[in-house]
């Protein structure tokens, strides 16, 4: 059975901290490794990540696939209270049509 | 361009009666999915489903839940006979038709809570 661990299940920072959250995965067919943030609302998409070592990024963003550790890491720099979310990894298992997602790591940025 | 919509947002039900959850996809997408959230945990895939098609249930409950998404109007998931344990959000997603390594786009979830 298709697995995705993220870890820390949890993590408090204060804003201008950076922070690194991590995502390990087992799947019979790697095909790619998303990331999604949820707010109270819908999981809105940040990357998807298909080839190792390349890193993708979008503003204060970032993340890069490690195939060979079957791993992947969200850095995000100079933390912002809009920042406080869950952030979700997933990847396309089963038919490639279905996501398994991690539990998420629940993010809190104070002020 | 509107996003997934899903309604209700919020349903309140009893024990044992049923729940009608809807979705309509992202102009332009033919895919549909719907995924489960219970409390503290991560989104569970549920089924995917074409026009007229469900394509893969494996992730649904075998009693009690369906899904359809017909030529016509949005994609239903349907719970009858509810009970305390399906309390949980219910969210849809919708796709192009891609190769199946695409994202999802997600809408804002229908919150079901049974008393």
């Known amino acids: 059975e298709d697995k995705v661990v993220q870890s820390p299940l949890s993590l408090v920072v204060h804003e201008g901290d950076t922070v690194t959250l991590n995502c390990s995965y087992e799947?019979?067919?790697?095909?790619?490794l998303l990331w999604y943030k949820q707010e109270k609302k819908a999981p809105t998409f940040l990357f998807m990540l298909?080839?190792?070592?390349i890193e993708k990024k979008s503003g204060r963003l970032s993340s890069i696939l490690d195939k060979k550790e079957l791993s992947s890491i969200l850095n995000i720099t100079a933390t912002q209270t809009g920042d406080s979310a869950i952030y979700l990894c997933?990847?396309?298992?089963?038919?490639?049509?279905?996501?398994?997602f991690g539990s998420g790591t629940q993010l809190t940025v104070l002020p | 361009n509107a996003g997934v919509m899903q309604n209700p947002r919020h349903l309140v039900r009893r024990r044992g009666q049923e729940a009608r959850l809807r979705c309509s996809p992202m102009?332009?997408?033919?895919?549909v999915y719907w995924y489960r959230q219970l409390p503290e945990e991560g989104l569970k895939f549920m089924v995917y489903?074409?026009?007229?098609?469900?394509?893969?249930e494996s992730g649904m409950p075998k009693e009690r839940f369906s899904a359809e998404f017909p030529k016509e109007g949005p994609s239903i998931l349907r719970i009858q006979q509810v009970v305390r344990g399906d309390s949980a959000a219910y969210f849809c997603?919708?796709?192009?038709?891609?190769?199946?390594?695409?994202?999802?786009?997600f809408g804002e979830g229908s919150r079901l809570t049974v008393l």
């Open positions: 997603a919708s796709s192009e038709d891609r190769g199946g390594t695409g994202e999802l786009f």
């Open positions: 799947v019979t067919n790697f095909r790619s």
């Open positions: 298909t080839s190792s070592g």
């Open positions: 997933a990847v396309p298992s089963g038919s490639a049509r279905q996501l398994t």
């Open positions: 102009k332009g997408h033919s895919h």
């Open positions: 489903l074409q026009k007229e098609n469900i394509i893969d």
